[in-house]
């Protein structure tokens, strides 16, 4: 049987007779009368009510979803399961009619949420965005410890960027499995709801990569044209990527606005460039005409990261991903 599509959910803000506890976890009913058939829980116990079994999961680090057994109160009630009952690959949706029993998997807001929960693939998921908002997006599970949520692909010029449009940046376009861009309206509810570091991977046609991480990113509303701002910039060596040194030049576009060719927020320089957050122009243009070759024909025609390829020079494949703040990948199993 497949789980029952509902919206409950139970933000975690416990009280118990021996202990109080917050979690910043959201865990939503995704089956009723069943049980997992093919996992067995790592744990189980007696509890008073559902609120204790929650309690439990919530204070075992293993606990990922949980089972309340309804109406036995005698026998073991409470299950806890280390794995994530929800349709990700690798991922089991086995149930077992079991009456009485309600079972709950918390809500994956992002990928460090997904590689909190046990994945580590890298791959196309689905998420809900501040706990609200269902999106597919892709994981980046292996670069720079995990957790990452790609917003920006480029890889071939398979889906054109240059031209769009600010109601299709604003919303999104292109294939999540392939070349796309996320949609400006997730970035800034993602980056208003919690603090975000934003991580810039670039390739050259040599193939080496380069790579800038930029801090406490905020993205703003329509109203301010998601305008962006950081703390600082981290910039990684190329030749040795533990080596690391904050700067703030690097990516310079820190206070600027995104800006589109039917949206100009630059003195045309969005029509000249492509969709972007262009500050000087064209110090920074991701956005761009894709190349057919490194080295381009006119000036900032192609993917440009100034401070390493200079204006006449393009990137072949760029990656911009965002990651929660607070996350750290060997604090997680």
Not at 265 to 271: E, R, V
């Amino acid at each position: 049987m497949a789980p029952v599509n509902t919206t409950t959910i139970i933000y975690l803000i416990l009280f118990s007779n021996i202990m109080f506890a917050v979690s910043s976890n959201i865990y939503q009913l995704v089956a009723r009368d069943q049980a997992p058939s093919m996992v067995q829980p790592f744990k189980s116990g007696n509890t008073l009510d559902d609120k204790m079994c929650l309690s439990m999961c919530v204070h075992n680090r293993e606990c990922v979803s949980y089972a309340f057994i309804h109406g036995q109160t005698t026998r073991t009630n409470c299950l806890l399961y280390g794995v994530l009952f929800r349709p990700y690959p690798g991922q089991s949706m086995a149930l077992k009619n079991h009456p009485g029993a309600h079972l709950f998997s918390p809500v994956a807001r992002d990928c460090a949420d997904l590689f909190q929960f046990g994945i580590r693939k890298n791959g196309v998921y689905d998420v809900d965005i501040v706990g609200k908002y269902r999106r597919k997006v892709y994981c980046n599970m292996k670069e720079d410890g995990g957790g990452w949520m790609v917003f920006q692909k480029r890889f071939d010029g398979s889906v054109e960027f240059f031209t769009r449009a600010w109601k299709e940046c604003k919303e999104g376009f292109g294939n999540v499995e392939g070349e796309h861009w996320l949609g400006n309206k997730w970035l800034h509810l993602m980056t208003t709801s919690e603090k975000y570091d934003y991580l810039v991977l670039a390739k050259d046609f040599q193939g080496v990569i380069q790579k800038s991480k930029l801090v406490c990113v905020r993205i703003e509303d329509e109203a301010q044209n998601y305008g962006i701002t950081y703390q600082s910039v981290i910039n990684y060596n190329h030749n040795n990527p533990y080596e690391r040194r904050v700067t703030g030049t690097a990516m310079s576009y820190n206070g600027s606005q995104f800006g589109t060719y039917d949206r100009d927020t630059s003195k045309n320089c969005d029509s000249k460039y492509g969709p972007w957050w262009h500050k000087t122009c064209h110090v920074n243009a991701m956005n761009g005409i894709y190349p057919a070759r490194e080295q381009i024909s006119s000036e900032a025609n192609g993917l440009i990261w100034h401070s390493w390829k200079g204006y006449l020079k393009s990137l072949k494949e760029s990656l911009l991903m965002v990651r929660p703040q607070k996350f750290v990948a060997d604090e997680h199993f």
